[in-house]
């Protein structure tokens, strides 16, 4: 069965570093996603993209942070410069239309010293 | 804008018990609805969805959830749990809002079975 990957598992950096979190979709999708669950919150929406573009944003997706899809394949979240709050388990989805279910992928924990 | 409330943060059960966990939800436009589950240290897995048709739909575990419009409540229940079940259970509700469609989770369920 089709399923979303994301790279690395883990991920440790220095406060002030910048960081790309990597998900793979799966193939046949268009719409992905980032959300972030911050250790024993809830999950929070950061931002949906299709058609290349951002489609919806939230308040918490500031100027520093930014998404990208380089190629067919990868769709990317880079934090420029990571603060402590930063620290939380990132989950990228991907969606075959943006009504229908979203498979989550297994998540990156992203801590920032 | 959409929002989600989990009306319970905890709810402990004995295995083979049966249990039903609350969400309710608020939305000016038509709105679809999940249930997820997040064993510890994993990431989210679909338990169930309405999209639209039938009110009570069926997941997978056993578990089942009824949309009801009226009381725009979503609840999720099961007939007898397992320990297995011990998780955390997240309501989220995906609505088209001017920007785009975006999911909204709720603060989570935590359900604790015990022996």
């Known amino acids: 069965e089709p399923e979303v990957t994301q790279t690395p598992s883990h991920q440790v950096t220095q406060m002030g570093q910048e960081v790309i979190l990597r998900c793979v979709p799966i193939s046949n999708h268009l719409y992905f996603y980032w959300y972030r669950q911050i250790l024993g919150q809830k999950v929070e929406f950061l931002v949906s993209?299709?058609?290349?573009?951002?489609?919806?944003k939230s308040e918490i997706f500031d100027d520093q942070f930014s998404v990208e899809r380089p190629d067919g394949s990868n769709f990317t979240l880079k934090i420029r410069s990571t603060k402590l709050e930063d620290s939380a388990m990132y989950f990228c989805?991907?969606?075959?239309?943006?009504?229908?279910?979203?498979?989550f992928g297994p998540g990156t924990r992203l801590t920032v010293t | 804008a959409q929002s989600v409330t989990q009306l319970d943060s905890q709810v402990p059960v004995f295995e083979e018990a049966p249990v039903e966990l609350r969400c309710n939800y608020s939305?000016?436009?038509?709105?679809?609805l999940f249930w997820y589950v997040q064993y510890p240290n994993q990431g989210l897995q679909l338990l169930l969805k309405?999209?639209?048709?039938?009110?009570l739909v069926k997941g997978i575990n056993g578990f089942e959830a009824e949309f009801n419009k009226s009381q725009t409540s979503f609840h999720l229940r099961k007939p007898s749990v397992h320990i297995s079940d011990t998780a955390e259970y997240f309501c989220?509700?995906?609505?088209?809002?001017?920007?785009?469609?975006?999911?909204?989770f709720g603060a989570g369920t935590r359900l604790f079975v015990k022996a």
């Open positions: 989220a509700v995906s609505a088209l809002n001017t920007g785009g469609f975006k999911t909204i």
């Open positions: 939305s000016s436009v038509s709105v679809y």
């Open positions: 989805a991907s969606s075959t239309t943006s009504t229908y279910e979203q498979y």
């Open positions: 993209f299709y058609n290349n573009e951002i489609s919806e």
């Open positions: 309405y999209l639209s048709g039938s009110t």
